[in-house]
């Protein structure tokens, strides 16, 4: 079990990598319209990738993944897959970026609303987004994963909404997913994990509307409800730092909740 801490100039290539991640998602956002496709999508973010940004999708044949970005609509909890399916109106939809720039990785989602949505809808994306921030402002020196994992647990169950358990955050540097495993449920072992400056993770709670329970799908990526109830994440990669942390991924004129 070995932790990977990053010297400043490692720093530097996860902060540029960082916002790569986040402009992606920014030149996608005006995409996000009833009648387009997933696929769609992703051919924009990869055209992007690789022929304005010079960055490399992490997702494109990781572990056999087959697209450049991930898409989870509705009841999806995390790495649907881009295809033919057209977004309607009052879907939610998150999207799912990880660049590979100068042997670094970025990696980011937000939730995106495709036309009005329901009310119900809207508040479970806004107590996903609140659950990675309140874990976030946990982040600085000697304060333990535990503590991150214990503010999102508390504050989905406050709002009446379940936190998922089997897919979790991770330690992130030259490798897509290195130690530690950031739990997003206040799991005893998350207590030895001690946060020291230079240690790069990511946190991206995945929140849903109904109960915990997840299942797989026949494509071996899709994972949905098992109740199909809604689900929503968000996703920042960030560091701690000497006196607490720097998030690498924000979008602009995003600034901490918390
Ligand atoms: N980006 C996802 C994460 O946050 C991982 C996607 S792996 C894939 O860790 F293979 F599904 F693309
Ligand atoms: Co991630
Ligand atoms: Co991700």
Redesign the pocket.
Known sequence: MTIILKSASQLEKMRVAGKLASEVLDILTPLVKPGITTEELNQAAHTYMTEVQGTIPA?LD??G?PKSI?TSINHVV??GIPGNKKLKKGDIINI?V?VIKDGYHG?T?RMFEVGEIKPFAARLCKVAYECLWKGIAQVKPQATLFEVAAAIEQHAHAHHCSVVHEYCG?GIGQS??EEPQVLHYAADELKEIILKPGMTF?I?PMINLGKLDVKLLGDN?TVVTKDRSLSAQW?HTLAVTKTGYEVFTLRPGETPLY
Do not use: L
């Open positions: 997702t990781y572990r993944f991930c995390c790495h799912d990880t990696d989602s991770h897509f997913h990511t991206e990526w996703e």
